[in-house]
């Protein structure tokens, strides 16, 4: 593997583990006050706050599925022109493999997500908010 190689990896790398990192904020709902007994606008912010913890799992799952596909672009060029030997290939592929693991936990992090907005809303709209 050469230089410039090594350098793309270790970028695209990068960029997984702050999306990765980015993505760490709870789903979950406040301690605290039940949602039956939060006011509207306790439900309105909370409601937001689920709708921008889903906006920004779903850009960390398309980073991720971005960087996968650029690793696999970038695998199959380097073999087909002889650039990679065994270690650029097993660094591409530990890579692809994280990239595939952020893609999962963000959609699985979005995923739940929208089921406490879901809940959020039920009682939002039951208050007559």
């Not at 270790?10 to 904020?25: E, L, P, R, S």
Request: contains cysteine; proline residues 1%; neutral net charge.
């Amino acid at each position: 593997m050469n230089m410039k190689t090594a350098c793309v990896l270790a970028a695209v790398a990068g960029q997984i583990f702050a999306h990765a990192a980015m993505a760490q904020t709870a789903v979950g709902a406040a301690a605290g006050v039940p949602d039956a007994q939060k006011s509207c606008e306790q439900l309105a912010a909370e409601i937001g706050q689920q709708q921008q913890i889903i906006a920004d799992a779903n850009s960390s799952s398309t980073t991720a599925q971005v960087a996968d596909v650029g690793l696999g672009i970038a695998q199959s060029v380097g073999i087909h022109f002889g650039g990679f030997g065994i270690g650029g290939l097993q660094a591409t592929g530990a890579a692809s493999s994280l990239a595939q693991q952020q893609k999962q936990a963000a959609d699985q992090k979005a995923q739940q997500a929208d089921i406490r907005l879901q809940v959020l809303t039920a009682f939002y709209q039951g208050k007559g908010c």
